[in-house]
C-alpha cells in the first residue's frame, strides 16, 4: 500500500504564489510518474503538471509559464511551485503517482486533495 499525503494549500489573492507537496511513503520498490491534477466544482478533474522519475515534465497549457513540478527522489516528494495564480486555478489539487510495488506490478495512486482558493 501507498500512501500520498498533500500540503500546501490554502487561500491567496490573484497574483500570489504557492507551493504544493506530496510525499509517497508505504511499500514499493520506486515511483515513477508523479503528477498533480485538479479538480473545481461542477468540473471534470483534469491534468496540471506531471514529472517522470527521469525529470521530464508535461504542463496544461493554462498553466505553462506560471507554474513549475520537480521531485526530490529521495524523499519521494513532488512539488508544484504556482506563481502568478489566478481565480480560475482555484480547485482542489490531486497527487498522483504511479508506483512499482512489486517486480511486476505498478499501481496508480491518489491523494486525498488539498484545496487551493485564489481570491479576485
Known amino acids: 500500500q501507498v500512501h500520498l499525503v498533500e500540503s500546501g494549500g490554502g487561500l491567496v489573492q490573484a497574483g500570489g504564489s504557492l507551493r504544493l507537496s506530496c510525499a509517497a511513503s508505504?511499500?514499493?520498490?520506486?515511483?515513477?510518474?508523479m503528477g498533480w491534477y485538479r479538480q473545481a466544482p461542477g468540473k471534470q478533474r483534469e491534468l496540471v503538471a506531471y514529472?517522470?522519475?527521469?525529470?521530464?515534465?508535461g504542463y496544461a497549457d493554462s498553466v505553462k509559464g506560471r507554474f513549475t513540478i520537480s521531485r526530490d527522489n529521495g524523499k519521494n516528494t513532488v512539488y508544484l511551485r504556482m506563481n502568478s495564480l489566478e481565480p480560475e486555478d482555484t480547485a482542489v489539487y490531486y497527487c498522483?503517482?504511479?508506483?512499482?510495488?512489486?517486480?511486476?506490478?505498478?499501481?496508480?495512486?491518489w491523494g486525498q486533495g488539498t484545496q487551493v482558493t485564489v481570491s479576485s
Open positions: 498522483n503517482a504511479d508506483a512499482r510495488v512489486n517486480s511486476r506490478d505498478t499501481v496508480n495512486y
Open positions: 508505504g511499500s514499493f520498490f520506486s515511483i515513477n510518474t
Open positions: 514529472i517522470t522519475s527521469g525529470g521530464s515534465t
